[in-house]
């Protein structure tokens, strides 16, 4: 999508579409629009469209009155999605090229972003291996337009862009049937993108892992024919002071769980391909941070397996030794996600990370818990847990904190080794977030179980069927912000 800035009065926007933004309670005087708010043939709700065709004194060929909703809960998060509503309509009229207006109250770096970010992920689709394309549209160009503003707006459009496209990379990745997607696969994509982006590449192969004894990671790898990858892609600034905060991200990387011998029913396995979403996003914000050049280090470590069942993969019952030294009794095959970031969580202190996140499609109990609307939170450590709900706040994903107290402890108990990789029926996301702290104490850590976010079953307004990208934009503001980089270009 080619997007500009443009500083014009609204009347002489040259555009096949103008996208104009309405709210609820909030009669709209500008272009006429006052007789349809009367009538009750605008109302400003969430995602409601009117599109009017010449409308006099306009250069546009068309305006787009685009509900936001009730002034008061509007911010840069609604803009987005609102934005993501409007192309996914235009595109639906065959409309290729369309224009945002801003007012002075939106004229702001963040609603700027936001915008393009907006139009970006609504422009993506999840049809990349169907044949016939001739029901395929895209809007091929994007205008921002402001009456004023100053060179901030650049910079935040340039921004948007580079976070929407980097999302959007991620999506693509997750989306990736496993038959064509490996670990891999997974680490060779990561390799082209780091290339391209001048970030630091290095991956583990099996043997390196035994060598420096990852027996929980290769435990979930030794049922497959397909070999297993720890990728690591690093960003260093050009100048970070000494002792500063080295930012560590972990995704989790499963390209395919079958849930090994603790095999899962047939009803949904297809979506297992999506349970690298979490490497995806974390590969994904990589690529944002690259070209966005925080202040501080940041290192992503990606652990990529398949989770198959087979005459050699793992058993429950089995006892697997970790790289931390702990000692793991698998009673579920199906629990694989927290056996390998245990490693990959352990190795990150190792390089030097100061401070961890992971994201992880984890358990199907933090879908019960929060369903599909927020990201189950945990964390170790109080103020990374601030500054991450604080990012996420910012980017409009929702996160919730969870409970990590010592108390759960009690459900993971093994008379056979330190400790089971289940907890039992209850509290099955607590739990699992509890195994994993055993693993990150005493580094400042947060987890973000991501199961019940990081795919729609069916498509919203503003986004196509299929994978999300979160928490990208969390993890990407996470490390901007620190140090006050900011998102200055």
């Not at 104009?20 to 708010?37: H, I, K, T």
């Amino acid at each position: 999508m080619q997007i500009t800035l443009q500083r014009q009065p609204i009347e002489q926007v040259q555009t096949d579409a103008l996208v104009l933004l309405v709210f609820q309670d909030r009669r709209e005087d500008r272009l006429g629009l006052g007789e349809l708010f009367d009538a009750g043939e605008i109302a400003g709700k969430p995602f409601e469209m009117t599109l009017l065709h010449n409308v006099p004194g306009m250069r546009a060929k068309r305006v787009l009155a685009v509900g936001a909703g009730k002034p008061g809960k509007f911010n840069a998060a609604e803009l987005r999605r609102a934005v993501g509503a409007a192309i996914r309509h235009l595109k639906s009229k065959s409309i290729t090229e369309a224009a945002i207006w801003l007012d002075a109250a939106q004229a702001s770096a963040d609603y700027a972003a936001a915008a393009v970010e907006g139009a970006i992920l609504g422009d993506f689709e999840t049809d990349r291996y169907k044949t016939d394309k001739k029901d395929t549209k895209t809007v091929e160009r994007l205008t921002v337009a402001v009456a004023e503003g100053g060179p901030q707006l650049d910079a935040a459009v340039e921004r948007g862009r580079i976070v929407a496209e980097a999302q959007n990379f991620a999506r693509e990745l997750a989306n990736e049937p496993a038959n064509r997607l490996t670990p891999m696969g997974l680490a060779e994509h990561a390799h082209r993108m780091a290339e391209e982006f001048g970030l630091e590449y290095e991956v583990l192969d099996r043997d390196r892992m035994a060598q420096l004894g990852m027996g929980s990671l290769l435990g979930v790898a030794i049922g497959s024919a397909e070999p297993p990858a720890l990728i690591v892609l690093r960003y260093r600034p050009a100048a970070a002071p000494a002792g500063s905060v080295h930012l560590g991200l972990v995704g989790k990387g499963v390209t395919f769980d079958t849930g090994g011998i603790s095999i899962k029913p047939a009803d949904g396995m297809e979506k297992m391909k999506y349970d690298m979403a979490g490497g995806a996003a974390t590969i994904g914000a990589m690529r944002a941070l690259a070209q966005l050049k925080p202040a501080i280090p940041v290192t992503a470590l990606i652990p990529a397996v398949e989770n198959m069942p087979g005459s050699r993969a793992q058993r429950p019952g089995d006892i697997v030794t970790s790289l931390s030294g702990k000692t793991i009794e698998v009673i579920n095959t199906d629990a694989e996600g927290r056996l390998i970031l245990a490693d990959a969580l352990s190795y990150a202190q190792k390089l030097g990370c100061t401070h961890l996140v992971d994201a992880a499609t984890l358990t199907g109990a933090i879908v019960v818990a929060l369903g599909h609307i927020n990201v189950g939170l945990f964390a170790n450590d109080d103020a990374l847990r601030e500054r991450v709900m604080l990012a996420a706040r910012a980017e409009g994903e929702k996160m919730w904190h969870m409970p990590l107290e010592d108390d759960y402890k009690d459900y993971l108990k093994s008379a056979f080794a330190d400790m089971p990789n289940v907890g039992g029926r209850y509290g099955g996301a607590v739990t699992a977030a509890m195994f994993l702290k055993e693993f990150a104490d005493p580094t400042p850590w947060v987890h973000l179980d991501i199961a019940g976010t990081a795919w729609l079953d069916d498509g919203k307004p503003f986004l196509a069927k299929g994978p999300t990208g979160v928490p990208l934009r969390t993890m990407v503001r996470l490390a901007m912000d620190w140090g006050g980089t900011g998102f200055s270009l």
